[in-house]
């Protein structure tokens, strides 16, 4: 079997499941004391199951996680069987059987955790519960595509697989940024091409005469003459700056 055919296979099996939950949706749910409890739907395709307010979340062991305006909490829901089987969790039986029952935590106990059912009380200093006695709960995992989260599981009118969807999604999300990053790249890159051929227009070379540097010719040492204590000997200035050189006197004609 192929990766897509079993991502089809997938598919239609969450598919079915979850057509089979709403199928189950039109049983009826009732309290403790028998009466309907016209708002709750059950939590599981069994045939004997835990029902929870249809803005509530259903619990795997049996509770409901409340989300009304009171705030978020625990609660005993009710039943798909009339007389309250053992197939349904039903914590603190004896009270408040005509409607629900909120469960409290009480507190850690160096061991587990308490709770109650309904109200906390402190006698003597200690925390106890109002009715019956502390208790655990096993841990629990929520249950999808059921009452509150019925709209956020797989669509029953959906012939296309899964993640099609979220394939469509996450390509689109990935290429917009990509778009719009290829975009400026090519504006930029374009801009650039017609700034460089802007300079190569607005450059002329420069002619042989505005290129040619004229260089003064450096000046020649000429040989200037003077007179020496008025002897006529003739000598050039640099003998003269020379300190080393020796003058002699000329001899005087007869």
């Keep these: 079997m192929s990766h897509t055919m079993t991502k089809v296979f997938r598919a239609c099996v969450v598919l079915t499941l979850f057509l089979l ?19 709750h739907v059950p939590c599981t395709t069994n045939s004997v199951t835990n029902c929870c307010g249809s803005n509530d979340i259903c619990l795997s062991n049996g509770l409901c996680y409340l989300q009304g305006s009171q705030g978020l909490s625990l609660s005993r829901g009710t039943c798909s069987d009339k007389n ?12 408040r059987r005509n409607t629900g029952m909120p469960i409290m935590n009480i ?14 009380i402190v006698d003597n200093n200690a925390v106890g519960c109002k009715y019956e006695d502390p208790f655990e709960l096993t841990e629990a995992t929520v249950i999808p595509g059921v009452a509150y989260l019925a709209n956020n599981g797989v669509s029953g009118n959906s012939t296309s697989s899964p993640s099609s969807s979220s394939c469509i999604a996450v390509e689109a999300g990935v290429s917009i940024p990509l778009g719009v990053i290829a975009i400026a790249a090519g504006i930029w890159a374009l801009w650039e091409r017609r700034r460089g051929r802007r300079q190569l227009r607005n450059y002329s070379p420069m002619s042989d005469a505005e290129g040619t540097v004229s260089v003064a010719p450096a000046p020649s040492h000429q040989h200037q003459t003077a007179e020496l204590g008025g002897q006529g000997v003739a000598m050039s200035l640099p003998e003269l700056m020379d300190t080393r ?4 006197e000329a001899p005087s004609k007869p």
């Excluded at 309250?84 to 009270?95: D, I, L, Q, V």
């Excluded at 050189?245 to 002699?248: G, L, N, P, S, V």
């Design 84 to 95: 309250w089987g053992t197939e349904c969790y039903k914590p603190c039986s004896s009270y």
């Design 107 to 120: 507190g850690y106990n160096y061991s587990s955790t308490q709770y109650c059912c309904g109200t906390v």
């Design 21 to 39: 939950a709403n199928a189950a949706d039109d049983r009826t749910c009732y309290y403790l004391d028998g009466s309907t409890a016209n708002n």
């Design 245 to 248: 050189t020796e003058y002699r």
